[in-house]
């Protein structure tokens, strides 16, 4: 094992992370880790593929890496990967008090701060 794919936790698994199936194919790479953080329950991973954004759940994640994920899954298996349930979630932070433009100062004005993608 060379020291780039050394085993990690769901916890430390980055976006962008290549996604490969079963037998070393990759074919996609890490939108997002998704979590129940109430219970510290590992749900899946969104992958950005050719296809789009796809969900792989856990019970399909096989060995995650600091490198690569490897799944369960078959070539076959992917190509019938569904959509992720939920839209993304956006966190509105109105203390966000930056920038000069119009726009930055009407939003400042009426409380609305910046959008940031949270998943």
Known sequence: MSEESVPIAYTALQPGTPVQTRDGHEFGSV??????????VFDGIVVTCAEGIRFVDADYVGAIFTSHVVTT???????????????????ADASDDTGDSLADRFGRMFGRGKWKRER
């Open 31 to 40: 939108e997002t880790v998704l979590a129940v953080e109430e219970v510290a």
């Open 73 to 91: 899954l078959s070539s076959e298996e992917v190509a019938d990967l569904p959509l992720p349930d939920q839209d993304p979630v956006y966190d």
